[in-house]
């Protein structure tokens, strides 16, 4: 498969929340900031801690599996949890559909699949401040899953499809409630599919810490070698794509 495979969104969040896929899935602004500081590939988002959030179309249902990646730095993990993708309204698991996020409690990356209950998952480590991280949520209709920099990854059994609601879809917030992603941190490069992706593409997504964006394609390269005195160049055509 092609990484754009079953892809929903990704939000490259470079002076704007636009949907890059051409999907639609274009986000409003509310009191965001984007600046090159702690961005991985451009530009990052960064938030005011009371009301900065990207309001999202509430129509991006994964049903039996979804992914959803993300560049992540804080000044401090652990000041307030960190938002980075979230279709609830923060009542119950009935209005709620999925939330990817770095726990205050810890500094740990968190995932939640909302069925009759949530279902929730944490993964062991806590994040250093003051150091970015790319952050892999899956599941998969068998584990729910949580890898840190394409490694460490961790997961636990769950079974079953996602709800489907028509709450509000949030970057930064929990959800539609009043709970704000806090200031000191900055998210870059946010994807979403509706499948759980292959350890192989997580890795390639994480590019030995460069970051890999969409649309996920290699330009081709020009080497020029010399070879006994003689100028040669070969066109070097190194995949158009890491899917």
């Not at 939000?11 to 636009?18: A, E, G, I, R």
């Not at 939330?99 to 009759?116: E, H, M, N, T």
Request: a negative charge; proline letters at 2%; hydrophobic letters at 30%.
């Amino acid at each position: 498969m092609a990484l754009t495979d079953n892809i929903l969104g990704y939000w490259k969040l470079d002076n704007n929340s636009n949907d890059a896929t051409g999907n639609g899935n274009n986000g409003t602004d509310t009191a965001m900031t984007y600046n090159t500081t702690h961005a991985k590939i451009n530009q990052s988002a960064t938030f005011n801690g009371t009301s900065s959030r990207i309001s999202l179309p509430t129509s991006m249902h994964p049903t039996t599996a979804c992914t959803c990646t993300a560049w992540v730095y804080s000044d401090n993990y652990t000041a307030g949890n960190i938002h980075i993708l979230a279709q609830t309204d923060g009542s119950s698991a009935a209005t709620s559909s999925y939330l990817f996020l770095v726990s205050a409690s810890g500094g740990k990356p968190y995932i939640d699949i909302a069925q009759a209950i949530d279902h929730t998952f944490t993964h062991s480590t806590g994040l250093t401040n003051s150091t970015m991280y790319f952050l892999a949520f899956r599941y998969d209709g068998t584990n729910m899953s949580i890898s840190i920099n394409a490694a460490s990854k961790e997961s636990s059994g769950l079974t079953g499809n996602i709800n489907s609601v028509t709450q509000g879809c949030y970057i930064g917030s929990y959800g539609s409630y009043a709970q704000y992603t806090p200031s000191g941190t900055y998210i870059d490069e946010i994807g979403f599919w509706s499948r759980s992706l292959s350890d192989a593409e997580v890795t390639s997504l994480y590019n030995s810490g460069a970051g890999f964006a969409y649309p996920f394609v290699v330009d081709p390269t020009v080497t020029t070698n010399y070879l006994k005195g003689r100028k040669r160049s070969r066109v070097d055509f190194t995949g158009v794509s890491l899917g």
